[in-house]
């Protein structure tokens, strides 16, 4: 059965929601997006519980920075890869996993990824910087799918695009069922029709998280975001249900929950969101 665990947040109110489900044995794996303690230190506190789930064998790393389709390759990128070699030997990770899509259009739409369609240059610059990753990592690689999309089939073909990158370096997916329930919601499509196509056998991670509303200028329809910053929606975890007997070499489901967002009156419903993704594993 896979392990269900939680993403690593660095906040105290993060500690202080998740601390019973730890205290009680609950946590069976965490992820740790390393690259952003790159830029912010970590607190003692979770250095020692990143290296208690290390030495288990049971840490796994996400990074949310490199930009894998940026057009051009820049000092940046190549700082970040540096820093993976050395984060690489820092832990023993599981696996490691970064985002599809772009990240330096600055401060738009508060840095969240953005995609680039199917194209064989495009595919071609993906499976080049995925390679790079992959020949860094002394564990499995893979990427994980993206909430934006440009258009219907700009999100019926992403699965498509993330099975031609990974698929040359022996990666796997990371399925964050939250975006493509942002895709569903905001493109009127059912789950059989933008997944009966994804390639399940890839999947070794799955994401579960809520996300928020929010009003566009153009449409009378709000737009579904992957914001981490409200309760999972009951539809997640129908989607989990629906996926999780499609995925044979599924090993890890965490909960994902920004930690500046976690308010002391929503502590219950953060580990009741837990436990209902724990018994849904246990079930599926």
Known sequence: MPHVGLSLMPETQFLQASMPLFEAGDVGAVEWSFDTGWKNGVS?????????????GRLTGHGVHFSLLSADWTQRQQGWLEKFKEEVTRHQYLHHTEHFGF????????????????????????????????????????????????????????????????????????????????????????????????????????????????????????????????????????????????????????LERLGNTLHEHQFVSFRKDFHTLKSIVANG
């Open 103 to 254: 990240m330096t259009a600055g401060d738009f739409h508060r840095s969240a990824p953005l995609p680039v369609p199917l194209l064989e240059s495009t595919l071609k610059l993906g499976r080049e910087r995925f390679a790079q990753l992959a020949a860094v990592a002394p564990c499995p690689m893979g990427l994980e799918n993206l909430a934006l999309a440009l258009s219907v089939d700009d999100a019926l073909e992403q699965h498509d695009f993330l099975e031609k990158i990974v698929s040359p370096s022996n990666g796997f997916l990371l399925l964050d069922l939250h975006n493509i329930y942002c895709q569903l919601c905001n493109f009127n499509l059912s789950p059989a029709e933008l997944l009966d196509n994804y390639p399940f056998h890839l999947v070794r991670e799955i994401h579960v998280s809520g996300g928020s509303w929010e009003p566009t200028a153009s449409s009378k329809e709000p737009i579904r975001r992957d914001t981490h910053d409200e309760d999972v929606p009951a539809e997640v975890f129908s989607l989990l249900d629906y996926v999780l007997p499609r995925c044979p070499n599924l090993e890890v489901v965490f």
């Open 44 to 56: 003692e506190w979770l250095t020692s519980l990143i290296g208690t789930y290390s030495e288990a």
